[in-house]
């Protein structure tokens, strides 16, 4: 991983100051910039140069002036320029986010997350490219573990709702809901959002 470069593009001066510093810290090359078309520009200077991009990785803010991180996505791949890119998102944008991952994200992060989660998801972006492969039929089965009113509750927390909101559509108490969540993540081994939101694309 010693020549692993993260290429980090958010308008907020101080978060990236500090996740520059953080992820330098964890032994990771790191350019920044505030702008989706600054990141644009230099990866395309270095396809240009003939610089391969598998051994990069894009962290970027969904939301952003400009162009935001669906739009930048869309330009990376008119631009044929393949390079993993992680998210990051605020509670509201896990809407947002899931189609990010449909159009072949590596992951996302919601925030607010740990440093070192930020850094385990870098690195396996670059080093585990083939960890972001569906298996729809492997996901199906795992899936077939949920009751159907998990079922339900998964799809609406897969939507960004909140456990208010999936309570009041469902007609059922909050402390229901989290139950429910509770036993979602125990049937299929998911460990956060990005885990359900994984497996309900079709990723194992």
Not at 4 to 19: G, P
Not at 63 to 76: I, V
């Amino acid at each position: 991983m010693n020549a692993a470069q993260i290429l980090l593009v958010d308008d907020n001066e101080d978060f990236r100051r500090s996740t520059v510093w953080m992820l330098e810290a964890a032994g990771l090359q790191v350019e920044d910039f505030n702008r989706a078309a600054g990141l644009l520009a230099r990866l395309q200077q270095l396809e240009d140069a003939g610089v391969p991009l598998s051994d990069k990785c894009v962290v970027t803010d969904l939301r952003m002036p400009d162009m935001n991180g669906l739009e930048l996505m869309e330009e990376l791949r008119t631009r044929r320029l393949s390079v993993p890119v992680v998210l990051i998102t605020g509670h509201a944008d896990v809407t947002l986010a899931v189609s990010a991952m449909r159009m072949g994200a590596a992951n996302f992060l919601e925030k607010p997350f740990e440093n070192s989660i930020l850094v385990e998801t870098v690195k396996s972006a670059i080093s585990e490219p083939g960890s972001a492969l569906r298996n729809p039929q492997a996901a199906k089965e795992k899936l077939g573990r949920l009751s159907p009113r998990e079922r339900q509750v998964l799809t609406h927390v897969c939507a960004g709702k909140l456990n208010k909101t999936i309570a009041d559509i469902l007609g059922i108490s909050v402390k229901t809901v989290e139950l429910h969540r509770a036993n979602m993540a125990s049937k299929l081994g998911a460990r956060n959002v990005q885990d359900l939101v994984r497996l309900s694309l079709g990723y194992e």
